[in-house]
């Protein structure tokens, strides 16, 4: 980064024995934050998940952990993950750990932050774009609309036990004109089963945003009726949005244009 830019707006350092937990976006490595790319600038060490897109790493020399979790990978068990970063703090390091979209969104940052608050490591949240509302954005389909939805709902898409999560789905459907669901891919079928036999049509828009803000992201566009079949043909890295406002992707399709050109 710019140390000029930097310094005109003030941006802190990452100092020694601190963490700082960083969203870095959905996909494009361009929307992660001027802080991010402080971070990344002076970090001794980054923790980083899957989703991190390897030209943020690229950007620096520090030494560079995976710590991500992937459906049916192995992976660091959380507890493992909080260690690492108190243990690395007390040694004196400046630690990043890198998440994509954002660290407070079902990111488990709330988690690491508690670890590090219980340990006396001081730590700064630097937020990212999360997924949710970045990723739909290079779909076309705006998280808002007033001509569409003046609420929206975000929903993680199974529990800590990998089970469908468990929610009071007909509230949800009364109360939500959009929903948002995060790593519900596998249970698109059955949440769209429980949302129908709770009054929503079968012919409400619904969409599936798969590898979003990534060159090769797919959009499908289907009902809700069909989102289980949708989500059998998707990429298992994959957002689904329902409601009207699926209904602008077509119009507002702005990345095809642009990767067009």
Same mark, same amino acid.
């Not at 988690?111 to 700064?124: G, S, T």
């Not at 970045?134 to 076309?140: H, K, Q, V």
């Not at 289907?222 to 009207?244: C, D, H, Q, Y």
């Given at each position: 980064?710019?140390?000029?830019?930097?310094?005109?707006?003030?941006?802190?350092?990452?100092?020694?024995?601190?963490?700082?937990?960083?969203?870095?976006?959905?996909?494009?490595?361009?929307?992660?934050?001027?802080?991010?790319?402080?971070?990344?600038?002076? +970090? =001794?060490? &980054?923790?980083?998940?899957?989703?991190?897109?390897? +030209?943020?790493?690229?950007?620096? =020399?520090?030494?560079? &952990?995976?710590?991500?979790?992937?459906?049916?990978?192995?992976?660091?068990?959380?507890?493992? &993950?909080?260690?690492?970063?108190?243990?690395?703090?007390?040694?004196?390091?400046?630690?990043?750990?890198?998440?994509?979209?954002?660290?407070?969104?079902?990111?488990?940052?709330?988690?690491?932050?508690?670890?590090?608050?219980?340990?006396? %490591?001081?730590?700064?949240?630097?937020?990212? %774009?999360?997924?949710? %509302?970045?990723?739909?954005?290079?779909?076309?389909?705006?998280?808002?609309?007033?001509?569409?939805?003046?609420?929206?709902?975000?929903?993680?898409?199974?529990?800590?036990?990998?089970?469908?999560?468990?929610?009071?789905?007909?509230?949800?459907?009364?109360?939500?004109?959009?929903?948002?669901?995060?790593?519900?891919?596998?249970?698109?079928?059955?949440?769209?089963?429980?949302?129908?036999?709770?009054?929503?049509?079968?012919?409400?828009?619904?969409? %599936?945003?798969?590898?979003?803000?990534?060159?090769?992201?797919?959009?499908?566009?289907?009902?809700?009726?069909?989102?289980?079949?949708?989500?059998?043909?998707?990429?298992?890295?994959? &957002?689904?949005?329902?409601?009207?406002?699926?209904?602008?992707?077509?119009?507002?399709?702005?990345?095809?244009?642009?990767?067009?050109?």
């Amino acid at each position: 980064m710019n140390d000029d830019i930097a310094a005109k707006l003030g941006l802190p350092h990452l100092h020694k024995g601190w963490v700082w937990l960083v969203g870095a976006g959905p996909g494009d490595p361009g929307l992660i934050t001027l802080l991010g790319l402080r971070a990344l600038q002076d +970090a =001794d060490y &980054i923790l980083y998940d899957a989703l991190v897109d390897e +030209a943020l790493l690229a950007l620096s =020399d520090a030494e560079k &952990i995976y710590a991500g979790k992937r459906a049916g990978v192995r992976s660091c068990k959380q507890d493992e &993950i909080c260690d690492l970063l108190v243990t690395l703090a007390r040694q004196g390091h400046r630690v990043l750990r890198l998440k994509g979209g954002d660290p407070f969104v079902f990111g488990r940052g709330g988690e690491e932050a508690q670890a590090l608050a219980r340990a006396k %490591i001081p730590f700064r949240i630097v937020p990212g %774009i999360t997924t949710g %509302i970045g990723g739909l954005a290079y779909a076309g389909i705006p998280v808002t609309h007033r001509d569409t939805n003046h609420a929206v709902t975000f929903i993680t898409g199974h529990g800590t036990d990998g089970k469908l999560t468990k929610l009071d789905w007909t509230a949800v459907s009364r109360g939500a004109p959009t929903m948002v669901l995060y790593m519900a891919r596998r249970f698109a079928a059955e949440i769209a089963d429980l949302l129908i036999a709770a009054g929503r049509r079968p012919d409400e828009p619904a969409a %599936i945003v798969a590898n979003a803000a990534r060159p090769d992201q797919q959009v499908i566009v289907t009902t809700l009726a069909g989102l289980g079949r949708a989500a059998e043909n998707s990429p298992a890295l994959a &957002i689904i949005v329902i409601g009207e406002n699926v209904t602008l992707a077509g119009e507002l399709n702005w990345l095809a244009a642009a990767q067009a050109r």
